[in-house]
């Protein structure tokens, strides 16, 4: 179980994420909404102490993320996977390579240093490309690739870490729809074949409400929603967007992103 207690992140005088108690169980799929600059981005952060907290407290399991150091923060941000808008790939190298990155923290130092990998990790990078069907351009330069197909290597690149939770910064926000519902059903057969907790900031409410078991909503640094897909009324819509509530909530929903069959990609 993931839990933040009182957790609040300032810079200078303002404070982008205010008290926040949040208890995130395992395995479950959870989507952080709310207006841009609402505090999505330094929660996750957070997290994996990307961004560290002004006060409060971050656990997983017994131990305190907040207070970690060295190496026991290495392993910690091994243990959290974090994906990010831009994909974050290493654009010269190839995509077998850029997986194989998501290893570091599992082989010894000396063999990382010189990328000695061994053919058990290249297996697994590769077992990895091929459950998002990509296992084709493993010898691709990654910077060749679309941006859909850079977001499944990062993806991929995520799995090999076995990590216990991904947090996915807007994976999907530089995606055109159909490479947007290709890497949300990615992070789904994730979730659900894996067990692996996902804590995902979403801007589109659609897409949310359609992947989520569980949506949290920030305005202003404070969570303000915390419930079910189903729970989010448009009275909650309204407090979490404010003006732009009217936007959000007559947005049609794009055909290919929608979820109607509970993402189709769970089967595989
Ligand atoms: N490094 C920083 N220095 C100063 N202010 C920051 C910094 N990072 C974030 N902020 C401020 O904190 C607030 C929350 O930002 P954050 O990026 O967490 O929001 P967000 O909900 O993720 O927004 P978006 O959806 O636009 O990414 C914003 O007012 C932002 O300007």
Redesign the pocket.
């Known amino acids: 179980m993931l839990v933040l207690e009182g957790v609040t992140r300032r810079?200078?005088a303002?404070a982008?994420?205010s008290g926040v108690d949040l208890a995130v169980a395992p395995g479950s799929f959870v989507g952080v909404i709310?207006?841009?600059?609402?505090?999505?981005?330094?929660?996750l952060r957070m997290v994996n102490r990307l961004v560290e907290p002004s006060e409060g407290v971050i656990r997983f399991g017994d131990r305190d993320v907040t207070a970690l150091t060295g190496r026991a923060l290495r392993d910690w941000r091994a243990r959290c996977a974090m994906i990010f808008q831009q994909f974050n790939l290493v654009g010269r190298l190839d995509v077998l390579t850029n997986v194989l990155m998501g290893r570091l923290n599992a082989v010894p130092a000396s063999r990382a240093l010189v990328r000695l990998w061994s053919a058990e990790d290249k297996a697994i990078a590769l077992a990895a490309l091929e459950q998002f069907d990509i296992a084709g351009l493993a010898a691709e330069r990654a910077d060749r690739l679309s941006g859909g197909q850079q977001q499944r290597v990062a993806i991929a690149r995520a799995l090999v870490q076995e990590p216990d939770i991904i947090l996915a910064d807007?994976p999907i926000a530089s995606l055109d729809p159909r490479n947007t519902r290709v890497v949300m059903d990615a992070l789904r057969r994730i979730n659900r074949h894996y067990g692996i907790t996902v804590l995902c900031?979403l801007?589109s409410l659609d897409l949310a409400r359609g992947c989520c078991d569980r949506l949290v909503g920030?305005a202003a640094?404070r969570v303000v929603f915390d419930g079910t897909p189903a729970d989010l009324t448009d009275a909650a819509v309204r407090e979490l967007y404010g003006l732009e509530a009217a936007e959000v909530l007559d947005a049609p929903p794009p055909a290919a992103v929608r979820f109607p069959a509970a993402a189709a990609g769970l089967a595989a």
């Open positions: 810079f200078g303002k982008a994420v709310g207006r841009s600059g609402a505090g999505k981005s330094t929660l807007e900031n801007h920030m640094g």
